[in-house]
């Protein structure tokens, strides 16, 4: 008989450390803080968290810019914008006495910007022309990434300049890895000061030193594999290119520096997901390796933990006592009582995993909505949750 | 008892299945339980990842997979006496699949080793357009053609039943496997480009099929449907949907019905519980119900997308939640429900 069900299963009874509550709002209102980066694996909501944390710094007085990468149509519209683009919009319907401004990053067209910036129109024809520049631009996965670090530099100065902004929140691009957006500016460095890139700019008889067998010996593989157009495409690309080198260069370690420093703040965005948190757990080793300065993680989607002392085991075994057909409400009653409990006993095993291997990460939990966000107001609400105001 | 072990598969001619999803509706473990359902129906399967994460070797809990073919599970035989088929994985990187593709058809031993020395390989890998995605792709295609040479393979020679591809997410698949047109401008001859249609007569036969995985919710839902459409645009098969993560059906439409309205007596539901004992405070009761009107409102929403995605007019598959997550048993569980419903 289960006259005197056993405790409840839950988040207390998972053990471990309760993590420190991550203070939403002592960020955001923080004249300090002037970036809010989030990371996260796909499909954790990263986004939606982007938008609310703009919209509620923005309703508590901040004068805010949101960056979002691939926002769905249902989010960018909920932004009161029917096609978010690469400028700047202002957000209608925003309270109180700051701003919002929202823009999704496309990234050829900052890529464009960037060429036509640097190089003179006759140049910048002929790199916007190349087909090794327009396949880069268009389709190569890691221009994303670089483009959405020029993107952040490019917001950050122009904020600083006109005043118009004193937040920037960033969304980060739906990377393979989370370590991807990290690494961008590293690896554009990398690859500009790479050998081959420096060997491909060797005109054609060069110094007979750097014409090594080894050399003739590349170039020969590499035109049989790719055929000779490719390469030649290639060589005039980087030719062309050379000039730009240099800023881009500069550019990509200006915006790693501005990642480390004090106004930046990242945010680990999870789901109570194995993989989710796996990702995040690497994150945040990799932040706190880097000198990124972390401000907490935030588990999305989480189940709400049911009231009722009631263990699982119990209701399921008074379930199978009941009447499978006079009964069966009651039954499926506990039965679903069950299933939650044991949800919410996974997840927060999972979240206990995380906060023992990481107990100094701050922790935002917001609960699993019914349904996607649609509006202001539904992005106020995931804003109110984020920051335990509900 | 002469049973062939294709009859009741939905895709009896296919044999390189690819399995896209948006992120977090797990996409990985319903390739890897559709790895598990063609092994029961006797096949020897493939399964492929390329995402260089090791979901499969956290799945099936084993060590890290190297570039090489291993044998990871059996499939559950359909009866006693039949032959249940062998699930082998391997984790594809692209660094390799070029180092090996070079040692292959152009015999660079040396010139291989000059590439990398001259940091080719992590250009072509990591920065050159479309390259990577022609490696992975190709290096499917060479596990997938018949009598293949050895390669990496620990069994060479051997050819496989199936392939499954954990392939990447639905925002991508389309660029991912349409080579041609990521080399489009950049190869136009030479033996690249000869690869990539090679490839993309296989991608585009009908012994492909691209399922996609989405749960119950807006986003994906919609994802699923702007993926159909491209991967159609495309010209590569449209294989199923898999709806993943279905909530538990304990409930009966009426029973929702009545909780929604309200109309279920919270006495009447107290007394059948005291009738097994369990001690029913007001309290309890009410938390049953709160926790049933939450799920009632999201079973409405689930109906609501679950119309939506039979319209996309495509076999669907459904397979439930699992509430103490997906271990290696839940992934058996999972294939026997995939096999069950045609999807293998």
């Known amino acids: ?390 | 008892m002469s049973r062939s072990p294709q009859a009741g598969s939905d895709w009896p001619g296919v044999d390189l299945h690819v399995v896209t999803g948006k992120g977090g509706t797990g996409k990985s473990t319903v390739a890897a339980a559709l790895a598990l359902a063609l092994a029961s129906r006797g096949r020897n399967v493939l399964l492929c990842e390329v995402e260089g994460r090791q979901g499969i070797a956290q799945m099936f809990d084993v060590p890290p997979l190297p570039y090489e073919e291993r044998r990871i599970a059996t499939g559950l035989p359909a009866a006693q006496g039949e032959r249940a088929g062998t699930v082998f994985a391997l984790h594809i990187d692209a660094e390799s699949a070029l180092l090996e593709y070079l040692a292959m058809y152009y015999k660079l031993g040396r010139a291989g080793r000059a590439l990398d020395r001259f940091g080719v390989i992590d250009f072509a890998t990591t920065i050159a357009p479309g390259v990577r995605d022609v490696l992975l792709t190709g290096k499917v295609y060479e596990a997938a053609k018949p009598g293949r040479k050895g390669g990496t393979s620990s069994k060479a020679g051997a050819a496989y039943d199936a392939i499954v591809l954990d392939a990447p997410p639905t925002g991508r698949i389309s660029q991912f496997l349409n080579v041609n047109s990521e080399l489009a401008g950049l190869a136009k001859v030479g033996p690249i480009k000869a690869q990539a249609d090679t490839v993309m007569t296989l991608f585009r036969s009908k012994r492909t099929a691209v399922h996609l995985v989405t749960v119950l919710e807006e986003m994906p839902v919609q994802e699923t449907a702007d993926g159909i459409g491209e991967l159609r645009q495309a010209g590569l098969p449209v294989g199923g949907v898999v709806v993943n993560l279905v909530r538990p059906r304990d409930l009966d439409d009426s029973q929702l019905d009545a909780i929604r309205t309200g109309s279920v007596d919270p006495t009447t539901i107290g007394a059948t519980l005291a009738k097994v004992g369990v001690e029913a405070e007001p309290e309890l009761v009410d938390a049953l119900l709160a926790e049933a009107a939450d799920h009632a409102e999201r079973r409405a929403l689930e109906d609501g997308q679950r119309t939506l995605v039979a319209e996309l007019g495509v076999p669907t598959y459904e397979l439930p939640r699992i509430a103490s997550g997906v271990d290696l048993a839940g992934l058996y569980e999972l294939a026997a429900t995939l096999k069950e419903q045609g999807l293998a």
């Open chain 1, 1 to 390: 008989m289960t006259k005197n069900p056993p405790p409840r299963v839950g988040p207390l009874a998972a053990g471990g450390p309760a993590p420190r509550p991550l203070d939403v709002d002592g960020l955001l209102d923080d004249p300090a803080t002037e970036i809010i980066v989030c990371c996260g694996s796909g499909g954790v909501g990263k986004t939606t968290t982007s938008a609310s944390l703009a919209l509620r710094a923005a309703e508590r007085g901040r004068k805010v810019v949101v960056l979002t990468i691939d926002p769905a149509r249902r989010l960018a519209q909920s932004m009161g914008i029917e096609s978010l683009d690469n400028t700047p919009r202002p957000v209608p319907g925003v309270q109180g006495n700051g701003s919002l401004d929202a823009m999704m990053l496309d990234m050829k067209s900052t890529f464009d910007e960037v060429v036509l910036s640097q190089a003179n129109p006759e140049k910048a024809q002929q790199i916007l022309e190349n087909p090794f520049y327009i396949a880069l631009s268009t389709s190569f996965a890691g221009t994303q990434e670089y483009m959405a670090m020029e993107k952040l530099g490019q917001l950050h100065a122009s904020a600083r300049e006109s005043g118009q902004w004193d937040l920037i929140v960033v969304d980060t691009p739906p990377s393979r890895s989370a370590l991807d957006f990290l690494d961008a500016p590293e690896r554009l460095s990398s690859f500009l000061d790479g050998r081959f890139i420096r060997l491909l700019l060797t005109p054609a008889r060069g110094p007979a030193r750097l014409m090594s067998a080894g050399f003739g010996m590349m170039t020969n593989a590499l035109t049989k594999i790719l055929g000779a157009g490719v390469l030649q495409d290639m060589q005039t690309f980087v030719a062309a290119f050379d000039t730009l080198f240099g800023g881009f260069r500069a550019r990509a370690s200006a915006t790693y520096q501005l990642l480390q420093a004090d106004g930046t703040a990242f945010l680990v965005i999870a789901a109570p997901e194995p993989d989710a948190l796996r990702e995040a757990a690497y994150f945040v080793d990799r932040l706190s390796d880097e000198q990124m300065p972390l401000a907490g993680l935030v588990v999305n989607r989480a189940s709400a933990s049911p009231e009722g002392r009631l263990s699982a085991e119990a209701a399921l075994a008074a379930a199978e006592r009941l009447d499978p057909t006079e009964d069966s409400l009651t039954a499926g009653l506990l039965r679903l009582h069950a299933d939650r409990l044991r949800i919410v006993a996974r997840e927060s095993r999972l979240r206990a995993g995380f906060a023992t291997a990481h107990p100094t990460v701050a922790t935002a939990v917001v609960p699993a909505l019914a349904s996607d966000v649609h509006d202001l107001s539904g992005l106020r609400t995931v804003g109110a949750l984020l920051a335990r105001a509900e």
